[in-house]
């Protein structure tokens, strides 16, 4: 199947420091890129759809000036956490659509950030 | 609000029984339904995933699908200690690309 990788797999960070996150698809193109976030024994929340080309579209509730989002390739986009907060720790997780065009299609997941904000 | 509903667990079977995982969902015109396992610490991999109704096997895997309900389940045959994880049922929103989550079951195998 597709492979997603994330960079980094794991940041610890000071309070009030920026830190980004790397979603690239390694084999195939991907216009649209999901952007997740969970916290302990929760689900996956959506946090925002990547769109190559364009700007992100942010669900309700994100604050886009705080979780900027990058997608300036086909295979590259970037999430980057500003002045995070002990609160914004959470497993980031991205993920991207296969390119098949049938309703059966699936999404790929990266291996998650693990991102703890002291 | 479309909503994808699963009960928290934890789901405690026997090794070798049958494990069964049940989900609902609020979107009728959803069309597309996965199955996806989450090991602690770890991003969710695909298990199945069903569009018509009745049901598709894969190995110890069968998908039931009946759209008149609203209802998916995840049946696990021959339950190994290794099935012991959170189990994600997911569905593709009718009027976007995106997939909404349901909160997940945890379960857990007994050897």
């Known amino acids: 199947g597709a492979v997603v990788s994330q960079h980094p797999s794991r940041v610890i960070c000071k309070s009030g420091t920026s830190v980004k996150i790397e979603c690239r698809s390694l084999?195939?193109?991907?216009?649209?890129m999901f952007w997740y976030r969970q916290f302990p024994k929760q689900s996956l929340m959506l946090m925002a759809t990547?769109?190559?080309?364009?700007?992100?579209?942010?669900e309700q509730g994100v604050e886009k000036d705080k979780f900027l989002i990058n997608h300036a390739s086909l295979t590259l986009s970037t999430l980057t956490v500003t002045s995070a907060h002990p609160e914004d720790s959470s497993f980031y997780i991205c993920?991207?659509?296969?390119?098949?065009?049938?309703?059966?299609?699936?999404?790929?997941f990266g291996p998650g950030t693990r991102l703890t904000v002291l | 609000q479309k909503e994808v509903e699963q009960n928290s667990g934890p789901l405690s079977v026997p090794e070798g029984a049958i494990a069964s995982l049940n989900c609902t969902y609020s979107?009728?015109?959803?069309?597309?339904f996965f199955w996806y396992r989450q090991y602690s610490g770890k991003s969710p991999e695909l298990i199945m995933f069903?569009?018509?109704?009745g049901d598709k096997e894969d190995g110890r895997f069968t998908a039931q699908l009946n759209k008149a309900s609203q209802y998916v389940s995840l049946l696990i045959r021959d339950s190994q200690p290794s099935d012991s994880a959170t189990y994600l049922c997911?569905?593709?929103?009718?009027?976007?690309?995106?997939?909404?989550f349901g909160s997940g079951t945890r379960l857990s195998i007994r050897p």
């Open positions: 993920s991207a659509p296969s390119l098949k065009k049938s309703s059966t299609d699936t999404q790929y």
């Open positions: 084999d195939f193109q991907a216009t649209t």
């Open positions: 990547s769109n190559e080309g364009s700007k992100a579209t942010y």
């Open positions: 979107d009728r015109g959803s069309q597309s």
């Open positions: 069903i569009y018509s109704n």
């Open positions: 997911a569905v593709r929103d009718s009027s976007a690309s995106k997939i909404i």
